[in-house]
């Protein structure tokens, strides 16, 4: 029987939608039996939450002061001996989970199946390769655990309706002190995030400033959208790192997704590949992004922009 | 004084078009370019600038690969390395077989930092140093964007989904960079026949005692789903009214 065992994400008492898109994957895989754990402080906020969504047959809670924060190098032993259990352990792959999940595969003894977009058995899983130039179907042994990372733009959110039973679980693990949370720092702008948005704006290279993305982010507030850059906009300093979005920074997939001034090199078009509907708007009619928008406009973004702005 | 070491994966170069073989058992790999995988270059110029800095005696940069993989190390040697192993390997090293190699290279070289990328652009897998790290028992700070050195210790700024963290690790540890650690270094001319005297040792895999027989079956290449075609409109309220058809705004 297949029983899977996902790695919870959450903050601030908060469950983070990853969670919910493990849910969604694992519950592709018929028949599978589906628990999640959650480290933390206090879990019991987050706990509730996750209780809550379809398919989930039961939370576990590992609350221990030494899970305060998402340590991968704490959080590994633990999955790893929770583990024993389970056929499969999943994880998002956010940064936490790319952090965490191939630890506890080592831990394991295990391989891991990162990113995947689909999973056509409890063995079987697609995952892109060559920054998803290529996809690939990958099988995994029978007789070993199955440890995967969750594309979570290839999946919706298991919708509510649950009521697992919620656990306690003591491990037994030794827990290193070798690593130490030090501070987080994460601008708080009050728009949608960028991993869950339905809509997002977006800026390049020819955005020129950091001041010129405020013409972005009113349009952005305009219709509700999250702001993102390529990584051309980042790297110069024009937008902070969280908001990169492609092949090494967020893959999203909004209803729409507006790029401004952003040429589409592939590992940025690998990010957007799953968004509903994708708008370019560039001063040069060659950019290859115009190859994948379904709405293309040959324009200056700085005028283009804020005359959208007046009339949504 | 301490020792870095370095993981250099070959990949193909950031700037190729990769395409699926027709026949779906691959990607097309003849005559196209190779490089050292790009976040693999930064981890290299991280370990230089920190043994400039006087924080480390040595620069080894070691690789798994075919042969021909000599070409990126000769070029870790140009860009300021010290000394270069190959691990000679045909076909594919799972990252969980790569990370025990590098365990294997570790127990020799005890080095005090470990430092490679974060992903290969290849399998785009983003397991080795993860996995190095729990097998080595040792602390891991991924996606490094700053790496501070004092004392035994490693305060390590890391690009995450909402921004940025900072921990604290002791030494010995594996560090996975990110783009904006730094930005790599040109090699010069001289540099690169400088590099041809440097030492290149090479180990073989029988002689480590890992064994490297792939896990997973990869029995399937694809190329992604083709986007149809979009429209090109002429201004604004054109713009506006197609996506009003298209009932996303």
Redesign the interface.
């Known amino acids: 029987m297949t029983k899977i065992l996902i790695i919870g994400e959450h903050s601030g008492g908060k469950l983070n939608q990853s969670t919910a898109k493990c849910v969604s994957a694992a519950a592709t895989i018929a028949g599978a039996q589906i628990d999640i754990a959650l480290f933390a402080t206090d879990a019991s906020a987050a706990a509730t939450q996750a209780a809550a969504l379809k398919g989930v047959n039961k939370v576990i809670k590992v609350e221990n002061p030494a899970n305060a924060e998402p340590l991968a190098a704490v959080i590994a032993p633990q999955v790893a001996e929770l583990a024993a259990g389970y056929t499969h352990v999943f994880g998002p792959s956010t940064t936490f989970g790319k952090d965490l999940t191939p630890r506890v595969a080592a831990l394991l003894g295990v391989g891991q199946i990162s990113d995947i977009m689909a999973a056509e058995s409890s063995h079987r899983f697609r995952r892109p390769i060559y920054a998803g130039n290529a996809i690939v179907t990958v099988e995994a042994p029978q007789d070993q655990k199955v440890v995967v990372t969750i594309r979570v733009a290839s999946f919706q959110p298991a919708p509510a309706g649950g009521s697992a039973s919620i656990e306690s679980a003591t491990v037994s693990a030794a827990l290193p002190t070798h690593t130490r949370f030090v501070s987080r720092s994460a601008a708080q702008s009050g728009r949608p995030d960028l991993q869950t948005a339905t809509r997002v704006v977006s800026g390049g290279r020819a955005m020129g400033s950091s001041d010129n993305f405020k013409i972005l982010e009113k349009l952005a507030d305009k219709i509700g959208a999250a702001v993102g850059a390529s990584r051309a906009a980042v790297d110069s300093g024009y937008a902070p790192n969280e908001l990169q979005v492609g092949q090494t920074g967020k893959i999203i997939a909004p209803e729409l997704y507006m790029a401004f001034g952003i040429s589409g090199a592939i590992q940025h078009l690998t990010g957007i590949k799953d968004a509903r509907t994708i708008v370019a708007v560039n001063k040069d009619s060659e950019a290859p992004i115009f190859e994948v928008a379904d709405v293309g406009l040959v324009g200056d973004l700085f005028t283009v922009v804020p005359e959208l702005e007046k009339i949504l | 004084m301490s020792k870095i070491l370095v993981c250099l994966k070959r990949v ?1 170069d950031y700037n190729v ?4 073989k027709p026949d779906g058992t691959g ?1 097309m790999t003849d005559g196209v370019k190779m490089s050292i995988n790009p ?1 693999d270059e930064i981890a290299l110029e991280e370990a230089l600038r920190i043994k400039e800095k006087g924080g480390a005696s040595e620069v080894i940069v070691a690789s798994i690969g075919p042969n021909d993989t000599q070409q990126q190390l000769r070029t870790g040697l140009a860009m300021g390395a010290d000394r270069a192993i190959l691990v000679p390997a045909d076909g594919v090293v ?3 077989a790569a ?1 025990r190699i590098f365990l294997k290279l570790i127990e020799k070289e005890a080095p005090t930092i470990v430092l490679m990328g ?2 290969a ?15 080595w ?7 490094a ?1 700053k790496i501070e050195l004092e004392g035994g210790k490693a ?1 390590v700024t ?13 030494l010995p ?1 594996v560090f996975t960079t ?3 650690l730094n930005e790599p270094r040109y090699v010069k001319l001289p540099d690169i026949m400088k590099a041809k005297k440097k030492p290149l040792d090479t180990v073989a895999i029988g002689d480590l005692g890992v064994n490297v027989a792939a ?10 789903p083709a ?1 149809s075609k ?11 009214a ?2 009003k058809q ?1 009932g ?2």
């Open positions: 193909i078009r990769v395409r699926v990607v976040f799972e990252p969980l990370a974060k992903q652009i290849d399998d785009d897998n983003g397991q080795t140093g993860q996995m190095l790290a729990a097998l028992n040792r602390p891991q700070a991924t996606f964007s305060r890391r690009e995450v989904d909402t921004g940025l963290e900072t921990i604290e690790v002791d540890a990110d783009l904006r896990a997973f079956r990869t029995t399937k290449f694809e190329p992604p986007r979009g429209i090109m409109v002429k201004d604004v309220s054109e713009l506006v197609a996506l298209k996303v705004l």
